[in-house]
T-cell receptor, first 108, second 114 residues
């Protein structure tokens, strides 16, 4: 059975304190791994898609990487506006399966 | 600008009533999806459509139905609302054939069933 597990569930950071979020997956026929950002009361906002092991993508202070078993979202020198829940999802057999998310709080 | 909208944004209803949640997208995307989001479960797929007249069941489809009569709309109907269906519902769309490309989400509908 396909599974997507995100860790940690919650992360509290000081402004400027870099960290990483983990998304581990077991899925047959991976056709892409997606990262989304979700702010309270809003829908998920697309960040990145990764398709193959070794691939990396960056956007501002965020960098996503992919291996055969997991993906990392690195947050470099975070700012309070990076506070959000970060969701990962794997595409397999025509559908997306989401992890439960990591809630990130960045304090000044 | 093209967008995806959901209505209503908030809804309170009673057990046993029929409820319909609207989803409208102006991107002309072929694919549309409905999810529910609950604490501890993340986003779970309810129903999806790859084009007009096409509908498919997702992971948690019991008690829900959809129909796709045009490209822009995929309404979600709760036939007889139950308290277990209290949740936040998100609609999403993606352009291509199959769910191989990025899904873009609406703002969500918070549904409370009393």
């Amino acid at each position: 059975e396909d599974q997507v597990t995100q860790s940690p569930e919650a992360l509290r950071l000081q402004e400027g304190e870099s960290s990483s979020l983990n998304c581990s997956y077991t899925v047959s026929g991976l056709r892409g791994l997606f990262w989304y950002r979700q702010d309270p009361g809003k829908g998920p906002e697309f960040l990145f898609t990764l398709y193959s092991a070794g691939e990396e993508k960056e956007k501002e202070r965020l960098k996503a990487t992919l291996t055969k078993k997991e993906s990392f979202l690195h947050i470099t020198a975070p700012k309070p506006e990076d506070s959000a829940t970060y969701l990962c999802a794997v595409h397999s057999w025509g559908k997306l399966q989401f992890g439960a998310g990591t809630q990130v709080v960045v304090t000044p | 600008d093209a967008e995806i909208t959901q209505s209503p944004r908030h809804k309170i209803t009673e057990t046993g009533r029929q409820v319909t949640l609207a989803c409208h997208q102006t991107w002309n995307h072929n694919n549309m999806f409905w999810y529910r989001q609950d604490l501890g479960h993340g986003l779970r797929l309810i129903h999806y459509s790859y084009g007009v007249q096409d509908t498919n069941k997702g992971e948690v489809s019991d008690g829900y139905s959809v129909s796709r009569s045009n490209t822009e709309d995929l309404p979600l109907t709760l036939e007889s609302a139950a308290s277990s269906q209290t949740s936040v519902y998100f609609c999403a769309s993606s352009p291509g054939v199959g769910a191989t490309d990025t899904q873009y989400f609406g703002p969500g509908t918070r549904l409370t069933v009393l």
